[in-house]
């Protein structure tokens, strides 16, 4: 496993000490409204639970979610990373990301975005990777656009209406992908 690093971001993979980190996000409606099926807020439970799925992820394919401090203060920021994705009985690997509301706006997702999927293609060695968001999240939708990902279709995820975005790993290397400027 090779240490996850962008220009302003280091990451490790996703354990359940980041217990309190990941608070921050679940417990924060702004981040859940696009985040939770329902939109909102998530006790300790889910947590507990989205973290020992992601532990186990790491443990059965050697790579996951990162949890992302900022550089040069060392403050939790979010999450992204890379993981498997059943679509209409299709294996996917997805690139997913979260970022603390207080810190929404500055590149940070695009920029841990695009570094997961440099991941992906360069070390995992994947043909093409998948972003999916519900279709009214424009936040997202910009992130993926900002990594050269490109609409393909409408799908349903979770029983709501979803999109979904691909990237090929010919796309990518053709790309001008860089994150924040
Ligand atoms: C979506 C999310 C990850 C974006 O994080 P971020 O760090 O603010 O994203 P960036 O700063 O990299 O922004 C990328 C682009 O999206 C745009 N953007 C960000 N939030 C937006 C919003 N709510 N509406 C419209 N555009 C938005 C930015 O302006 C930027 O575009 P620009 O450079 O052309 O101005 C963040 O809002 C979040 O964590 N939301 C809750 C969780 C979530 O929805 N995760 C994705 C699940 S699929």
Do not use: K
């Amino acid at each position: 496993m090779l240490p996850f690093t962008t220009a302003r971001l280091l990451g490790h993979p996703a354990c359940d000490d980041d217990f309190a980190s990941l608070r921050i996000l679940h417990e924060d409606p702004r981040v859940m409204a696009t985040l939770a099926p329902d939109g909102r807020p998530r006790d300790a439970q889910f947590t507990r639970a989205m973290l020992a799925r992601m532990r186990s992820h790491w443990e059965r394919h050697d790579f996951g979610v990162w949890m992302l401090t900022r550089a040069e203060d060392g403050i939790f920021t979010g999450y992204a990373g890379l993981q498997h994705l059943q679509i209409d009985g299709e294996t996917e690997i997805e690139v997913m990301y979260a970022i603390r509301a207080d810190l929404w706006r500055r590149g940070y997702a695009s920029e841990a975005a695009a570094a997961s999927l440099s991941y992906g293609f360069a070390t995992l060695g994947a043909a093409s990777l998948v972003a999916i968001t519900l279709v009214n999240n424009h936040g997202s939708r910009a992130v993926m656009e900002h990594c050269a990902m490109r609409y393909e279709r409408d799908i349903e995820h979770a029983e709501l209406p979803h999109v979904l975005y691909r990237i090929t790993a010919a796309e990518f290397g053709g790309a001008n992908v860089g994150g924040h400027a």
